[in-house]
T-cell receptor, first 115, second 110 residues
Framework: AQTVTQSQPEMSVQEAETVTLSCTYD???????LFWYKQPPSRQMILVIR??????QNATENRFSVNFQKAAKSFSLKISDSQLGDAAMYFC????????????FGQGTRLTINP | ETGVTQTPRHLVMGMTNKKSLKCEQH?????MYWYKQSAKKPLELMFV???????ENNSVPSRFSPECPNSSHLFLHLHTLQPEDSALYLC?????????FGPGTRLTVL
């Protein structure tokens, strides 16, 4: 069974600085998808970024980028120029390929932005 | 806003009550999900529906009863719940490779 591990329960960063959230996963599949979701205090789970395992290029969405290391099964999220609105729980998630629908989530990392 | 709505946002119920949670999406997605989010635990998948048919039940107790009358609506019927069932219940719908979540219902069982 696939597992997702986020080893940092909490992180904090100064506003405008850069922070990296860690995620590792375990799978025997070669085709899969990885996601970072953000859950602010409003509780709405919002997709931040998505990475297809077959793509070597790291995904980027504005200030958010990932460092996808397939061999190491690592999928970290980098947030540049941190803003107060980035404060939230961040969840890393895995979805298998070939029509798989189940998302496997990590335990989450609570990110605090210090003004 | 993701286009997935859930009602009610908050619910307090006794162990003998019967209540229902509602999820709605008009995004044209054909798969819908119920997740349970408890404090300090990863999100747990409960049920998956594809084209109104249940395709996954993740060993959920029978006091939780899902219903999917059409591809746009998903219900979770609750009866004789236990205090440990208190949690945030999230609905999601699926398009392509991505799931889109509703805002959740915060359930408290007294």
């Amino acid at each position: 069974a696939q597992t997702v591990t986020q080893s940092q329960p909490e992180m904090s960063v100064q506003e405008a600085e850069t922070v990296t959230l860690s995620c590792t996963y375990d799978t025997s599949e070669s085709d899969y998808y990885l996601f970072w979701y953000k859950q602010p205090p409003s509780r709405q789970m919002i997709l931040v970024i998505r990475q297809e395992a077959y793509k070597q290029q790291n995904a980027t969405e504005n200030r958010f980028s990932v460092n996808f290391q397939k061999a190491a099964k690592s999928f970290s999220l980098k947030i540049s120029d941190s803003q107060l609105g980035d404060a939230a729980m961040y969840f890393c998630a895995y979805r298998g390929g070939q029509g798989a629908q189940k998302l496997v989530f990590g335990q989450g990392t609570r990110l605090t932005i210090n003004p | 806003e993701t286009g997935v709505t859930q009602t009610p946002r908050h619910l307090v119920m006794g162990m003998t009550n019967k209540k229902s949670l509602k999820c709605e999406q008009h995004l044209g997605h054909n798969a819908m999900y119920w997740y349970k989010q408890s404090a300090k635990k990863p999100l747990e998948l409960m049920f998956v529906y594809n084209f109104k048919e249940q395709t996954e039940n993740n060993s959920v107790p029978s006091r939780f009863s899902p219903e999917c009358p059409n591809s746009s609506h998903l219900f979770l019927h609750l009866h004789t719940l236990q205090p440990e069932d208190s949690a945030l219940y999230l609905c999601a719908s699926h398009y392509g490779t991505t799931q889109y979540f509703g805002p959740g219902t915060r359930l408290t069982v007294l």
